[in-house]
C-alpha cells in the first residue's frame, strides 16, 4: 500500500509545526524488551510506559535543550536474542544508556556486554535479589528486590491481621523461589512470627494436597508461600479445596493477574507485595494514572517502573547538566535522589539498586487491589 | 491423618489407572509400551477441547476421549508394534518403536498446543467451598475427589469383568500365556492384541483426563509426570498383574503422601524408588506377581 498524498501531507505539516528547536541534542535511550515470548505480558507494559515518559519528558521541557528518542528492541523472552539486542544497541545504534532487560535470567547474560562496552543500564524489572546490579558499576535498578519487597508486605500484612505463627511453603528447586523463602523465614523470624511448619515443592509438582494438609494441621494464622506463578494458582486452589480459609501472603512470583485468572473465586483474599501502590494519592503518581488513561493504558506495577526508569535516566541527564554521553549519565545515575516518581520518593542505593517504599495488594472482586 | 489418606488414594487411583493400561500391554506383548504417557498427555488435551470449545459435560468427554485415547492406541500398534512383531528381537525393536512414537506425539500437542499451561474453564466442576463438602472422619472430601476415584474403581471393576469373565478376555489372556498356542486353538491373535493396545489407551486416557481434572494443568510434558512412576507400579504389582498395579498404585500414592507431610517434599521420589528397589530385592516378582519373567 503507497501511502496517500493527503497522509504525506498531514505528516509534513505535523513536522513543520512540532516543536523544533534547532539547537536540541537528541540522546537515544535504547530498550531491550520481552515483546513476544512467555514474557511478553511484561514487555507490552514496559514499552507502554517509557513511550509515555519520553514523551512525557520530551514535551514537559523537563530537559532543555535536550531531545529524548527511544529505540526499543525485542528481545522474544530469550537469553540469545537479548545478546543480539544489546550488540545492535551498543554497537550499531550506539545509544547512551540502555532499559530492560525485561527477565532477570535475560540480564545475567547480557548485562555483562553493557558493562564491558561502559553503557548504562538501568534495570526495570529484574527482581533477582543478587546477580544484577553486582554485575558493575554501570548496571542500575528501578526495580525492588524480593529482599525489600517481601519484608515490607509480611509487616503490612501484621499490622492488619496481628499473626503470630505461619506456615510456610516454598518451591526448593528453583534460585528464585528458594530465595524468596530465604527473605521469608528471615522476615517472620525478625517479627517474632513463629513458623510451626515448612513444606516444600518442585517446579513440575502439580498436587500439594499432602503439604497444604501437613501444614494446615499445625493451625497457623498465615500461609506463607513463595512459588512461581504456575504452581502459585494450584497452591491457593487446593489450600482453599481443604478448608484453609486463613490469608495466604505470597512472593513475587503471585504478582501476577494470571493466579486471579487461574485461580479464579480461590484467589480472593490472597496477599502480594508490590513494587507499585496504584492507589497513592502522590501527584506524580496520580499525574502517570491520567496520562496512561489517556493513552488508552491500563497500567500494571511494570508499566510504572519501566516509565520511572525514564524519569531517573532523564533526571540523571539533567544532573550532569544535560550532558547524554554514556559517562555523563553514568555519572548522574548515580547521583539520583528523592525523585517524584509514580513508586514513590526514588533514590539509588550505594550498591546501584533502587529504594522506594513498597505497598501490599490484595484480591478482591477478581483483581489486585491495593489492601489499606 | 484421615485427609492425608484421602489425599493418598486420590493420587494413587490415579497412577493405578494409568498403571492397569501400562501392565495390560506388558503382559500380553511382553513389551513397555514407552508411548503410553504421550497418549495420557494427548487424552487430557482433547478432553480440554471436547469441555472448553464443544462445551461438553466432562462426564460426557469422559467416554469420548477414552474412544479417542482408544483408537490411538490402535494406531499405535499398528504404525508402531505390528510392522515388528515377526522380527526375533521384538521386544528391544518395539520398546525403542513406541519411544519414537511417544516423541512424535509430544511433538504434534506441542506444535498444536503450545508450550504452555492449559487449564480447564473456571465452572467445569460445580464450585464448592469446604461447607458444602463431604466430611469423612476427620477428612474433607470433595466431589472432585470422589468423582475421580469413584471414575477409577468403576474402570476397574469394568476391566476385570472384560479380562475375566467375556470372550474377548479369555482371547486376550489366551496370547499373552502363548500367542502360538492360542493361535493353533483358533484365537485371532492380532485382533487380541490390538483389543488390549485399545483398552489399554482407554484407561490411559481416561488416567489423563482424571489427572487434568485434578490438579487442573495440562501441558505437553504433564506424561513425564507419571511416566516413571507407572512403571514403578507395574514393577512393583508384578509385571503383567492387573491387581497388583492398582493395589501398587494405590500404596504409591499414599507412600508419597505420607513422606511429604512428615520428611518434606525432596524426599519424595527418593523413598519412593528406594522402596521399589527394595521390592525388587526381596520379592523379584513384584507384590502380585505370580508367573515367573520368560527367559529371554
Excluded at chain 1, 90 to 110: C, E, F, K, W, Y
Excluded at chain 1, 257 to 272: D, F, K, Q
Excluded at chain 2, 109 to 116: D, I, K, S, W
Aim: aromatic share 6%.
Amino acid at each position: 500500500m503507497r501511502p496517500s498524498g493527503l497522509a504525506i501531507l498531514a505528516f509534513a505539516t505535523l513536522v513543520a509545526v512540532g516543536p523544533a528547536r534547532a539547537t536540541d541534542s537528541t540522546v537515544k535511550i535504547g530498550a531491550c524488551l520481552s515483546l513476544t515470548g512467555p514474557a511478553a505480558l511484561y514487555g507490552t507494559q514496559q514499552k507502554a510506559g517509557i513511550l509515555a515518559a519520553i514523551d512525557e519528558v520530551n514535551r514537559g521541557g523537563g530537559l532543555p535543550g535536550v531531545k529524548l528518542e527511544a529505540v526499543i528492541e525485542d528481545d522474544g523472552s530469550t537469553k540469545e536474542q537479548g545478546i543480539a539486542v544489546y550488540q545492535r544497541l551498543i554497537g550499531r545504534d550506539r545509544v547512551s544508556a540502555i532499559i530492560g532487560p525485561t527477565l532477570s535470567n535475560t540480564a545475567t547474560a547480557v548485562d555483562p556486554l553493557a558493562q564491558a562496552a561502559r553503557v548504562p543500564v538501568v534495570a526495570i524489572s529484574n527482581t533477582a535479589p543478587r546477580g544484577i546490579t553486582d554485575i558493575g558499576n554501570y548496571i542500575f535498578r528501578v526495580s525492588l528486590t524480593e529482599g525489600q519487597v517481601i519484608p515490607a508486605a509480611l509487616k503490612r500484612a501484621q499490622a492488619r491481621l496481628h499473626f503470630g505463627t505461619a506456615g510456610v511453603l516454598y518451591g526448593n528447586d528453583d534460585a528464585f523461589t528458594q530465595a524468596g523463602f530465604g527473605v521469608m523465614k528471615g522476615a517472620l523470624e525478625a517479627m517474632g512470627v513463629r513458623i510451626v511448619g515448612t513444606q516444600t515443592f518442585a517446579k513440575p509438582d502439580r498436587d500439594y494436597n499432602a503439604q497444604l494438609t501437613a501444614l494446615i494441621a499445625l493451625k497457623p494464622d498465615i500461609l506463607v508461600v513463595s512459588a512461581l506463578v504456575e504452581n502459585a494458582a494450584g497452591i491457593v486452589t487446593q489450600a482453599r479445596q481443604l478448608g484453609w480459609q486463613g490469608p495466604i501472603l505470597g512472593g513475587n512470583g503471585f504478582n501476577s493477574a494470571a493466579l486471579v485468572r487461574n485461580a479464579g473465586p480461590a484467589a480472593e483474599g490472597v496477599l502480594v507485595g508490590t513494587s507499585w501502590n496504584r492507589a497513592s494519592p502522590d501527584p506524580a503518581n496520580q499525574a502517570f494514572l491520567k496520562l496512561m488513561a489517556a493513552r488508552g493504558v491500563e497500567p500494571d506495577q511494570f508499566c510504572a517502573q519501566a516509565y520511572t526508569g525514564v524519569l531517573v535516566v532523564a533526571r540523571a541527564i539533567a544532573g550532569s547538566g544535560g550532558k547524554g554521553g554514556r559517562e555523563d549519565i553514568r555519572a548522574g545515575l548515580s547521583k539520583v535522589k528523592d525523585l517524584d516518581t509514580p513508586l514513590g520518593r526514588f533514590s539509588f542505593l550505594e550498591n546501584r539498586d533502587g529504594s522506594h517504599e513498597p505497598a501490599l495488594q490484595e484480591v478482591r472482586d477478581g483483581r489486585f487491589q491495593i489492601a489499606p | 491423618m484421615g485427609q492425608q489418606v484421602v489425599n493418598g488414594l486420590f493420587l494413587g487411583s490415579i497412577y493405578a489407572l494409568f498403571a492397569l493400561g501400562y501392565t495390560l500391554v506388558f503382559g500380553v506383548l511382553d513389551i513397555l509400551n514407552l508411548a503410553h504417557a504421550a497418549v495420557f498427555m494427548l487424552a487430557s488435551f482433547v478432553a480440554l477441547v471436547l469441555v472448553s470449545d464443544l462445551h461438553l459435560h466432562v462426564l460426557v468427554a469422559l467416554p469420548c476421549t477414552m474412544a479417542f485415547a482408544g483408537l490411538l492406541g490402535l494406531l499405535l500398534e499398528r504404525v508402531a508394534f505390528r510392522p515388528l512383531r515377526s522380527r526375533s528381537d521384538s521386544n528391544i525393536a518395539g520398546l525403542i518403536s513406541s519411544l519414537a512414537a511417544a516423541t512424535v506425539l509430544e511433538a504434534v500437542a506441542l506444535e498444536v498446543f503450545g508450550p504452555n499451561v492449559a487449564r480447564f474453564p473456571l465452572g467445569t466442576l460445580p464450585a464448592e467451598d469446604a461447607a458444602q463438602q463431604l466430611h469423612l472422619l476427620g477428612a474433607l472430601v470433595s466431589r472432585l475427589q470422589i468423582t475421580i476415584i469413584g471414575v477409577a474403581v468403576i474402570l476397574f471393576l469394568a476391566l476385570t469383568f472384560l479380562v475375566q469373565r467375556t470372550r474377548l478376555g479369555r482371547e486376550v489372556r489366551a496370547v499373552a500365556e502363548s500367542p502360538r498356542a492360542a493361535r493353533v486353538l483358533g484365537v485371532n491373535v492380532d485382533r487380541a492384541i490390538a483389543a488390549s493396545f485399545f483398552i489399554s489407551s482407554a484407561l490411559g486416557g481416561a488416567a489423563g483426563v482424571l489427572y487434568g481434572l485434578a490438579f487442573n494443568s495440562i501441558s505437553p510434558d504433564m506424561g513425564r509426570s507419571v511416566e516413571l512412576k507407572g512403571l514403578a507400579v507395574i514393577i512393583v504389582g508384578g509385571m503383567g498383574s492387573m491387581p497388583g498395579a492398582v493395589l501398587a498404585g494405590f500404596a504409591l500414592g499414599l507412600t508419597e503422601v505420607f513422606v511429604v507431610a512428615h520428611l518434606g517434599g525432596s524426599w519424595r521420589d527418593a523413598i519412593s524408588f528406594a522402596g521399589l528397589f527394595l521390592i525388587l530385592v526381596l520379592r523379584p516378582h513384584g507384590l502380585l506377581g505370580a508367573i515367573s519373567p520368560r527367559e529371554a
